[in-house]
């Protein structure tokens, strides 16, 4: 991660940087209409790294009209002009857009419930806005517009393509020069660039966009990930399950997700007329084995985990790399348990997320959510309120007993219940949400399980859901982008890589690969006729941990010549049976 240089930069909270980079984009509204007067305007948030503005213009911006904008922002932040809010009557302000031919912003307006609207000023700009900002165009001190792309105006594709243009802005040249140089890295690292030069995973047309295809490569580290996880989770008693791809729709129905991923499921009809839809989440399927038998207290807690896809049709514009697909393979947990089991269940759980994460070097890099509901809005949620009230108690205890330090996010729940969800940054200081914990008192209600307690009555189980990797294409995102490509050397999908000096050494070279092999160690030879030093830089730019070279000496003393991705110095005359045991070593402790 790229640092300051020379002094510390100023340290912002969330809703300080939204007001700044929110600010920034009215700039950017005003320097547009400054040059181009007849573009109209549609809306400019501030997002999580800096800010964007959608404009209504017949032509796309260029890199020279960029390049034109910010010459002319920087006029205005010259001019230190002051931001000041502005009320008015709703018709005034209908009026006063209609006056102005701005479209966008009174279609805008509609959504609005307010009698009284608020907009933002700055000089002669007057920009629809009630969000925070900051006083004057001159506290923003350096800015850059990074992109442009094409938008659907309210992201609806029935609705005019606006073209867009992101940007960043800063107190300070230096943290902008900072930025830069970290998104220069954070390309190099992006899991699209890696996961093709790696060969990972691939994309077909003819299969579909969002459907990603697993090479060898890539499914060597899915499946590394799935055994490692399901040896961990063993331990605290879960069993392996499998459900099918689809279901009824009347399970999802039952369950909430139907309403709740309306459009979202993937419907299926057949020639016969059977009507099904692709799971969205697994967790209705696995009540059902639950529910296909007798339970007693004596047999709790059940715990079953899952490995499989979940579908979900997300907007076509959104789908894109590994982060956003149709086909999910999600990492998935559920545990069904009595009250008095819930706190032991999800200690538990939270064990597993931390010593996984702490093995990868991101727990110090985290923080916990404590994700409840939205208060005013009950009716985005399932089951009873005190069931709720009682969930959200035990969470925070857990929290408090466990030192998460847990913040509570109201809005953040799942449907069905609140959850602690893990957030961690990467290497590049990008903030990730991957392992959940949710307590669910509402599912098994709706599904109507049972289990016959220790006074011969019927109880309802608390379901408690988890998810350690989450789903393993934005878990592979982070792999890849985190470690740039350089896996630990348990996932990586090649551990060594045998480079024979010449062609005579063919046969030592296979003799090394079947000894490595028979330790239980992944091995390539590297059969080019090319250079020493070619086949090293080539084992180099496909991050293979080791590098062995093998000639004459190494031959007539059964030796190999060892050097690592991280160290170009080179071990010489190392033992072959020595040489498996240090890399079985770091295999099996996954460092």
Known sequence: MVKEANSEPKKLKDEEKEAFWHSTSHVLADAVKRLWPSVKLGIG?????GFYYDFDRKESFTADDLARIEEEMKKIVKENLKFEQVKMPRKEAEALLKKNGEKYKLDFLKDLPDKEVSFNKHGEFLDLCNSPVIRYTSQIKAIKLLSTASAY?????KNPMLHRIYGISFHSKTELDNYLAQVE???????RKLGKELDLFCFSDLVGGG????????TIIIDELQKHIEEVCKKYGFQKVKTPHLAKRELFEISGHAIKFADELFSVTSPKKHEFALKPVQCPHQTQIYASKARSYKDLPIRYMESDKQYRAEKTGEVGGLNRVYAITVEDGHSFCSVDQVKQEVMNMVKIIRDFYTSLGLWNNSWV????????HPEKYIGDSKDWDTCEAMLKEISDEMKLNAKRCEG???LYGPKLDFMFKDAMGKEIQIPTVQLDFATPKRFGLVYTNNDGKESTPVMVHRAILGSYERFLVLLIEHFAGAFPIWLSPVQVIILP????HATYAKKVKNELEECGIRVEVDKSQTTTEYKIRDASMQKIPFMVVVGDKEEQANTVAVRTREDSKVRYGVPLKEFAKEVQKLIKEKK
Request: proline letters at 8%; hydrophobic letters at 30%; a neutral charge.
């Open 211 to 218: 459907l990603p295809l697993y090479t060898p490569k890539g």
């Open 412 to 414: 953040e729940a799942a």
């Open 153 to 157: 105006w309210k992201g609806e594709s």
């Open 369 to 376: 959510s404590l994700s409840v509901r939205d208060y005013a």
């Open 185 to 191: 890295e954070a390309k190099k690292r992006d899991h």
């Open 45 to 49: 948030p501030a997002i999580e790294n």
């Open 501 to 504: 000096i010449a062609d005579r």
